[in-house]
């Protein structure tokens, strides 16, 4: 019998804030058990720094840049082509029962992301919200600057007296709902998993945050705190350490809940013959670099760097370069399928060279290539280069294009060479009916 495929995607979770992975606090037992039934890639990379470009190459097996639909207005969200490859699609035309479980609004169905599909509980409906938001960011401005006594004393009320939310469902409620699903559910199936609940706003108890981390920080404090993360104001922020702790701390409460997930498939039997994947979208910014969060066209480390668990079989460790452009072939493969010929990844063999990122946004194209200990960065539109070395320098604290010219010629060569292999893929799925002529159009809705 085929085997039942699970797909879990964490947001915004940092490979190097996981204990399996080295760290200091012990942030994940759940993760870690996972990872010692499987493979623990520790060198695995996403191609975006945002869920938008992320999204599209881990779910098609096709770079961003191949799809030519970056958007540069907000969202900066690159819509799913609608004919594009997609690993959902790949397995429902196999047979198997497809279904998948989220509350991101830009893998909404409003961008795409609910083809094929069966089931798609998609809990958001960004439409209004993005409509709306330019009339704030108007009103906030003029109140800044027009009348910043004002502005100051309404921005003071609203931290001491507005609860810090995003809208999301929280790990609980979606693991109610896969459990709903998993009680009925025919097989094989192919699941998709995404949570939210490492994602800013960090809210961890304040028990939780002193037994983890040592720290005492209020409630008053962590409010403040999140939204000057949310508007990346880094001057705002005192001692980055207390961020740093809520996020650890907000990632061991996640990390109970992944352990319940884990323990409804072992309750139905769904656990040992399953392929199971575990990875993240991107990663977050800690003042690394001076800045917070994540963002577009942001290729250092901290946001490229995800974690990747494949519990499928063989067991143990690997430090071969492994990009998420390879993860929906793999998972195909494992399953007993052929990858479609349109992905531009094939099966993860420790063969990767170099992993490149890309983007655009706000007019700029941006691409990056990261080998074993080399990290490129190229803005196209300014031509701006970086080069770091991380053998001697991990953290791309130094930029060493200046003095290594050579080097930077020769990762530009390989970049451009991207870029192009890039369109010609474009015109090859346009000339299939693949990709180009057909981007994603708002939907109906939100399939429950």
């Known amino acids: 019998m085929p085997r039942n495929v699970v797909l879990v995607t964490v947001d915004s979770l940092r490979a190097d804030r996981l204990s399996c992975m080295?760290?200091?606090?012990?942030?994940?037992?759940?993760?870690?058990?996972?990872?010692?039934?499987?493979?623990?890639?520790?060198?695995?990379?996403?191609?975006?720094?945002?869920?938008?470009?992320?999204?599209?190459?881990?779910?098609?097996?096709?770079y961003p840049g191949t799809a030519d639909v970056w958007l540069d207005e907000p969202p900066y969200n690159p819509p799913l082509p609608a004919h594009f490859p997609y690993l959902p699609a790949a397995f429902a035309e196999r047979g198997y029962h497809t279904a998948g479980f989220h509350c991101n609004p830009l893998i909404s169905s409003r961008f795409g992301y609910d083809r094929g599909f069966a089931t798609y509980f998609d809990s958001l409906d960004v439409g209004e919200a993005h409509r709306r938001r330019p009339l704030h960011k108007r009103l906030k401005k003029r109140l800044r600057f027009g009348h910043p006594r004002i502005y100051r004393g309404l921005m003071a009320v609203r931290d001491l007296v507005l609860p810090q939310r995003v809208a999301r469902v929280p790990a609980g409620e979606i693991n109610r709902r896969v459990e709903a699903f998993l009680d009925g559910a025919p097989e094989p199936f192919f699941l998709f998993v995404h949570y939210m609940d490492v994602h800013v706003p960090y809210l961890p108890s304040p028990e939780l945050l002193r037994e983890l981390t040592g720290r005492r920080i209020s409630r008053r404090r962590m409010t403040r705190l999140n939204r000057a993360v949310f508007e990346w104001r880094a001057d705002l922020v005192r001692d980055v350490g207390d961020v740093i702790a809520m996020y650890d701390a907000q990632l061991r409460a996640f990390d109970d809940h992944l352990g319940a997930f884990v323990g409804a498939l072992r309750k139905r039997g769904l656990y040992e013959d399953s392929v199971i994947a575990l990875t993240a979208d991107h990663g977050e910014q800690f003042m690394e670099h001076g800045s917070l969060k994540h963002d577009t066209g942001i290729f250092y480390d901290e946001l490229l760097h995800v974690p990747l668990i494949l519990k499928s079989g063989p067991l143990g460790t690997s430090d071969d370069l492994v990009g998420?452009?390879?993860?929906?072939?793999?998972?195909?493969?494992?399953?007993?399928?052929?990858?479609?010929?349109?992905?531009?990844g094939r099966p993860i063999d420790g063969s990767r060279a170099a992993i490149i990122a890309e983007s655009r946004a706000r007019g700029e194209r941006r691409v990056a290539?990261?080998?074993?200990?080399?990290?490129?960065?190229?803005?196209?539109?300014?031509?701006?280069?970086?080069?770091?070395?991380?053998?001697?320098?991990?953290?791309?604290?130094?930029?060493?294009?200046?003095e290594r010219r050579d080097g930077v010629e020769a990762f530009r060569a390989i970049a451009r060479e991207h870029v192009e292999a890039v369109g010609r893929k474009a015109i090859e799925l346009k000339a299939r009916g693949i990709g180009r002529g057909g981007v994603a159009r708002p939907g109906p809705g939100p399939r429950r």
């Open 369 to 402: 290539v990261r080998t074993m200990n080399r990290k490129f960065i190229w803005n196209m539109a300014t031509g701006r280069t970086e080069l770091y070395d991380l053998d001697a320098d991990p953290a791309e604290a130094k930029d060493i294009s200046e």
């Open 22 to 62: 080295g760290y200091g606090r012990m942030t994940t037992p759940s993760i870690d058990a996972l990872a010692a039934d499987g493979m623990l890639y520790r060198r695995a990379f996403s191609h975006g720094s945002d869920t938008g470009n992320s999204f599209v190459t881990l779910l098609t097996g096709v």
């Open 324 to 344: 998420q452009v390879d993860l929906a072939p793999t998972l195909l493969a494992l399953a007993g399928l052929e990858p479609p010929a349109e992905m531009a």
